[in-house]
């Protein structure tokens, strides 16, 4: 790629970022959420390292067994989730990280009945927050207390526009239903609602568009196209990963104002490679990308600030338009970088979850959980 495609690429990006943005704030003039906005830009104009996104799996518990599952729900460990106020303590340092989005992810996050406390404290800080959420609990009172908590935004996922197709790959009859429900449900409440599906060998062509009409028709603010990565159900799903003409297809049905695509091209934002992004599991395990299985601490031990600090110091992978997880050497440069890390920190090698498991960071596990 040249470099004025390159910078072409970067402007789009930024300016898709910028009219997003520009529409939550539209809604929600939040001064804190200003304020921490306003001193992400100064601390980035004087070079700081600062993550855009912070992605809190704060549950693994789920009541969907998608056949993509990112997160590998149902086969996680959902003991010794942190608590509210561990989680508002890793919150605190999102905010002293400078990071001003958090996306709050599991598993389903709508099953812990804090997740409204865990949202107020985040928008008193100033911090932007994307519900991920398969949208069975999007009910009415649900959403309207949502609303009150300060949420800036939620996404639900839809697999396929066809309700029986849907319901088969998230294994729970009645799931497009809800899912659609919950997402007039944020409509109606005033949150902006947005959808999140995935562009696998299925689907590339005719269903994502009639996934983008139905965002239309409910009034979405946007319909975010993930990619498969290898990871959780997926591992070893080599046959996911899309060729470049289905890349260049996903791409297409791009548009500025609603339709995005999180393909990894060498200019998007979804790359950690970029250092963008940082992953923290239900149990405080922090992973470059929430998708990768090698993770460098814990929140609980070393602290959130901690190894961000140690993570964006050194972090550096070429990143030639390929999602590092979907190849050999992208996980194994994931791998090298957490177990570095995990050394400069003095981190013990055996897990929270005990030492029968096999220790994270220098096995390959199972992924980590994207949002689903
Ligand atoms: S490693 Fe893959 S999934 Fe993770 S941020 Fe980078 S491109 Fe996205
Ligand atoms: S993809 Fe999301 S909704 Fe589906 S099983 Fe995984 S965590 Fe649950």
Sequence with gaps: MDALTSAILRMKAASALTYRLALLL???????????????????????????????????????????????????DT?????????????????????????????????????????????????????????????????????????????????????????????????FEEAVQGLRNLREAGIPANILTYAARGNVSDGLERIIALGRRIGCMSVFILYPVMAGHWSEATEEILTEDEQARVRALQTWRMVHSEMPARDSLCCTCKTQMVGVTAQGEVAACPTSPYTMGNVLKQGLKQIWAHHAASFSVDHPGVCPMNTDWGRRALQVHAEKVREELGVETVPPGGPDQAPLGVTEQRGTGKAC
């Design 79 to 175: 003991r010794n989730e942190l608590s509210a106020e561990q989680w508002k303590a890793v919150i605190n340092d999102c905010r002293e990280i400078g990071a001003p989005l958090l996306i709050l992810t599991g598993g389903d996050p709508l099953l812990r009945d804090d997740v409204c406390e865990l949202i107020a404290h985040a928008r008193a800080l100033g911090l932007i927050t994307r519900l991920a959420t398969n949208g069975h609990l999007l009910t009415r009172d649900r959403v309207a207390a949502l609303k009150r908590a300060g949420l800036t935004q939620a996404a639900v996922s839809i697999d396929s526009p066809d309700p029986e197709t849907h319901d088969r790959l998230r294994g729970v009859s009645g799931a």
């Design 26 to 76: 539209r809604r929600d003039h939040s001064r804190p959420i200003l304020r921490s906005l306003k001193e992400h830009s100064l601390r980035r104009l004087r070079g700081e390292k600062l993550p855009t996104v912070v992605d809190l799996s704060l549950t693994y518990r789920c009541q969907c067994n998608c056949v993509h599952c990112y997160a590998d729900a149902d086969a996680r």
